[in-house]
């Protein structure tokens, strides 16, 4: 019995020694491979620093445990890393994204590009090997990208801030949420930017209007058409259309007359008839006319109750039918607070349209419509009155 007892007592004891050692052993392992790592993260975030020296670290921030997020900042540009908090190696934004997420990740954020900016932009920001760098902000991503490739060169910072309500399952890594904020898209018209209208007379006229609009949607921007009454008529799918993309419609009268050889009662009930016909159609008035020519006297302006829109830019795209005409006559003369003639008549007017948009986007302006560049500018339109331009006083 004794003999049992001690041999069983020596054997336990080898084995808690055995334990303790494999235990400590472990424990020790740990503790160098814990410290490696951490090294290994210390040495990495120093390495970025010292990369950086020309520029001020603005944050140094550890991400659950996830990422140690750093950010650079020189002359109002932003350069962020990210260093993986476990292995201390550079990773890049996408890796804390959720594996399944990434696709539906990457179509959000071409959403919102193509909400945000004219396709010419969205087009090239939106390619998977664009330049952009990832801010991580308290309750907002910030992307910002470089806009080298872009053509015509765009002279703004090209960004998208995102609400981390819209991505927040995508994210592998803790946010806090603030309070939801619409997204501003590209039809959120900015005051402090150059405004024109472009405007479109003689229409509707099918297909050559309906480029026109589709042009004006590829690039975030509006316009007023001055259609003729009895055309209406025969273009109702085109009119509807024109109102669909957030664009809008005038008068030109309902034959196209020069008004100032015309009686008055003629004009009264000529623009009574193209208002009914307007109607008929859209279910909406017609609040603005423009007369044909721009041909108008005083008399005209007291006897029809509506506001009159000519310009003070004109085109003259029916006489010089030249794609490069209209385009250099409207960037060398173009200035905030324009009125734009133009028809949607002819395909030279067409294809001067769709070089013309990225072109003014890029020099600053937003081309909208009547209402529209009246509503930024601060002006209520008088009926009875001319407007040429609508410029901020
Ligand atoms: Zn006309």
Known sequence: ????????????????????????KTDKNALVVALNKKNNISVKIEELINQ?????????ENFNDKFVYLEFQKDGMCSSHFVDAKTGEEKYFLDYIKEEKREHFQTKI???LYLKYPNFIADILSLEDSQ???????????????NSTISPKVNEKLYLRVDYQEIQDCLDFPVSLGESTSFQDGYTYDKNKKSIAFTFDDGPNGEKTNKIVNLLEQNKAHATFFMVGNKMEYGKETILNVLNKGNEIGSHSYNHKNMKRMKIEDIISDEEKTKETFYNITGRELIYTRPPYGNINQKIKESLNTIFIN????TEDWLHRDKNYIVNYVMDNVNDGD??????????????VEELLPKLYAEGYQVMSISELAKIKGKSLDAHSVYRSIKAD
């Open 132 to 146: 952009k760098t990832y801010q991580i902000l308290q309750n907002e991503l910030y992307i910002f990208y470089d």
């Open 311 to 314: 310009w003070n830019l004109d």
């Open 52 to 60: 950086n020296l020309d520029k001020e670290l603005i944050r140094n």
């Open 110 to 112: 071409k959403d919102l």
């Open 339 to 352: 009125i734009i003639l133009m028809h949607d008549l002819y395909d030279s007017t067409v294809e001067a």
């Open 1 to 24: 019995m004794k003999e049992v007892n001690v041999k069983l007592i020596s054997m336990v004891l080898v084995l808690v020694s055995v334990s303790i050692f494999i235990l400590f």
